[in-house]
């Protein structure tokens, strides 16, 4: 005769499965070195931009520090502490690091190619609506926004920064 298995049951193994599978830990390593890489990305944008820019612009633009584009990239900086942390606490053996991997990749080659190429598309479309007299239609659109996407550069700012987080969280 086939065993029913009632709710109360289901609760009762997943707690014991759950507390023999894993230690209590207050804070999760991987999630913390991914949003704390993220932070000091954003954090960092206003800073290499003004020293980049500082023969041109003279003022701080701390717009920069919530905006997308820059260097270095956050979203690089974001998935590949994740990433890192998750290989550093569970080894490159697994299918999270696996996944976190991939994820990673992803995200990058997004950053430097599909989301640069449309700010760069979007730089030219505002090229070509200034150009259009006053009369037209849409010479009164809100320019688009071109800073979308990063460089390669930016990018891999993004991931050594990130790989330099996770692995100070870990020895730390």
Same mark, same amino acid.
């Given at each position: ?20 599978? +894993?230690?209590?830990? $207050?804070?999760?390593?991987?999630? *913390?070195?991914?949003? &704390? #890489?993220? %932070? =000091? ?26 905006? +997308?584009?820059?260097? $270095?990239?956050?979203?690089?900086? *974001?998935?590949?502490? &994740? #990433?890192? %942390? =998750? ?36 730089? *030219? ?48």
């Amino acid at each position: 005769m086939d065993e029913v298995m009632t709710a109360a049951d289901s609760v009762s193994s997943l707690r014991t499965y759950s507390s023999q599978s +894993s230690s209590f830990s $207050p804070w999760n390593l991987p999630l *913390l070195s991914a949003v &704390l #890489a993220c %932070a =000091i990305a954003q954090f960092l944008k206003p800073v290499t931009t003004w020293y980049m820019c500082r023969f041109k612009e003279k003022r701080w633009d701390s717009r920069r520090m919530v905006g +997308s584009g820059g260097m $270095p990239s956050s979203h690089s900086a *974001l998935v590949t502490a &994740l #990433a890192s %942390a =998750i290989g550093f606490q569970e080894g490159v053996g697994g299918s999270m690091f696996a996944v976190a991997v991939v994820l990673a990749c992803v995200v990058m080659y997004d950053a430097s190619g599909v989301r640069l190429h449309a700010g760069r598309q979007a730089e *030219l479309l505002n090229l070509i609506v200034c150009e259009l007299p006053p009369e037209h239609p849409v010479s009164t659109v809100k320019p688009l926004r071109d800073s979308l996407g990063h460089t390669p550069l930016q990018v891999i700012a993004g991931a050594v920064l990130g790989c330099i987080v996770a692995f100070i969280l870990r020895t730390s």
